[in-house]
């Protein structure tokens, strides 16, 4: 019953490595997101999808790139891991405007 | 450059007392100001928003007053109690931008008992 899902929950890694965080959102929203909160806990957008197409690119190194499969997926693969990377990962989705679901957040750390 | 600004950064409150946490913001665009509300571990979620054709909006304990003219808005939670014990961002959207929220930096409450 999972609103917004997200695996693993936790990813640690070394530099250098590829990895990817999936998400699956099952309440049929339009709009999926994925987030970056730091040590300090601040919150920032990385990208925005609405039905499958990117609407929302933050400045993020293009080591990232996001995936979506489908409106119920956005995937998120990160190449050549950096130190930088960890943090903590969030997904969301949003049914329509000023609204969105957070999923429960993938813990990343990189050594 | 910090679009939402928010204080105080952490807040320790006994229980039964009230919490306050303010933002304030310089885009007169925006139109919605959710708070959000995180649990350690856990990702973080809608507590309360505004509009900002009202000044006040009030949930159970917890009540946003909105203040249009100085750009501020604060969230006050009555009746503190140590399950409030979180961490509260503010958050501002325009409504035509992808929905694109801007957060505030946090705030880490701790309700004493």
């Known amino acids: 019953d999972t609103a917004v899902s997200q695996t693993p929950k936790y990813l640690v890694t070394q530099m250098g490595n590829d990895k990817s965080i999936k998400c699956e959102q099952n309440?049929?929203?339009?709009?999926m997101y994925w987030y970056k909160q730091d040590s300090k806990k601040f919150l920032k957008i990385m990208f925005s999808y609405n039905n499958k197409e990117l609407i929302i690119n933050e400045t993020v190194p293009n080591r990232f790139s996001p995936k979506s499969p489908d409106k119920a997926h956005l995937n998120l693969h990160i190449n050549s891991l950096e130190l930088g990377d960890s943090a903590v990962y969030f997904c969301?989705?949003?049914?329509?405007?000023?609204?969105?679901?957070f999923g429960p957040g993938t813990r990343l750390t990189v050594t | 450059q910090q679009q939402v600004k928010q204080s105080p950064q952490s807040l320790i409150v006994q229980k039964g007392g009230i919490s306050i946490i303010n933002c304030a913001y310089e885009n007169t665009a925006f139109d919605y100001f959710p708070w959000y509300q995180q649990f350690p571990g856990k990702g973080p979620a809608l507590l309360i928003a505004i509009r900002p054709d009202v000044s006040e909006k009030k949930e159970g304990r917890f009540t946003i007053s909105f203040n249009k003219s100085a750009k501020q808005f604060s969230l006050h939670i009555m009746d503190s109690q140590p399950g409030d014990s979180a961490t509260y961002f503010c958050a501002a959207s325009i409504e035509g931008t992808g929905n694109q929220f801007y957060f505030g930096t946090g705030t880490s409450l701790t309700v004493i008992p």
């Open positions: 969301a989705s949003s049914p329509r405007l000023h609204e969105q679901y």
């Open positions: 309440l049929g929203h339009d709009t």
